[in-house]
């Protein structure tokens, strides 16, 4: 079943066509990634979606509703969390203080206390620092923070852009192992991403973006042994 459907994207940045009649699912359950070089249009991808920037056209379905206009903060109560690109913390509040807003959909506290305390079993080293202000941790300690951040609202769909981008290999592993241990516990994820080998090796499904227009999809052990994606992305 399709939980996210996207038909016929168009976005405009005054007379350049940025996205140009892009459509494709994400199925309830999956990874799903979308790979492309540097300005093929997969971050404009994201920020429509979520109505960060206007359409010039097309139509976007999530649950069976049509959010194609829909107000990105009232989403995230439909159940779609996205983690920006550049990681977007509050950098001068506190760990905790940065998971609290990403609740902020929800009522219960004790609730909210409970998944804390999942986030913080997930990645312990957030709980060490929780009172730590969150713009002094590194690179790789932020982005843990933005994912744990969008997962406080208990997504049904997880939108992920470059995840990877500036982290060390040591980083963009954890944080690989973990985009798959949120898939495998039930949150559905559109990954945004440079990294095509790391992606595509957790990917069910990947679309290929050039120059706006998708040109290529597949599972992503397809892909990973397509030839020409290997010559375009992966270096070989």
């Given amino acids: 079943m399709a939980l996210l ?9 005054g007379l350049i066509q940025a996205i140009r009649g892009v459509s494709f699912e994400v199925n ?3 990874v799903v990634a979308l ?26 379905t999530f ?12 989403l995230t109560y439909m159940g779609v969390a996205q983690v920006p690109e550049g990681r977007r913390i509050f950098q001068e509040l506190t760990v905790a203080e940065n998971l609290r807003l990403g609740a902020y959909t929800r009522k219960s506290k004790a609730e909210i206390n409970a998944s804390m305390e999942e986030m913080y079993e997930r990645f312990p080293i957030l709980k060490e620092r929780s009172k ?23 997504p049904k769909l997880l939108l992920m852009d470059e995840p990877s981008m500036g982290l060390s290999p040591l980083f963009v592993n954890i944080i690989f192992d973990m985009i798959k241990k949120v898939n495998e516990e039930g949150t ?8 095509a080998k790391k992606a595509l090796s957790i990917a069910n499904r990947a679309y ?10 597949g599972t992503g052990k397809e892909l990973l042994e397509d030839d020409s994606i290997r010559k375009a992305y992966l270096g070989g």
């Fill in 5 to 13: 459907t996207v038909e016929d994207l168009q976005v405009r940045y």
């Fill in 28 to 30: 309830e359950g999956e």
């Fill in 35 to 60: 790979i492309g070089a540097n300005g093929a249009g997969k971050t404009t991808i994201m920020h429509s979606i979520c109505n960060l920037i206007p359409k010039a056209g097309g139509k976007v």
């Fill in 63 to 74: 649950m069976d509703k049509d959010i194609t206009n829909t107000p990105a903060h009232k």
């Fill in 132 to 154: 730590q202000i969150a713009g002094t941790l590194s690179g790789g300690e932020q982005q843990m923070l933005a994912t744990t951040r969008a997962l406080m609202s208990r």
């Fill in 188 to 195: 559905t994820v559109l990954l945004v991403e440079q990294n």
């Fill in 208 to 217: 290929v973006l050039e120059i706006g227009k998708m040109v290529k999809t």
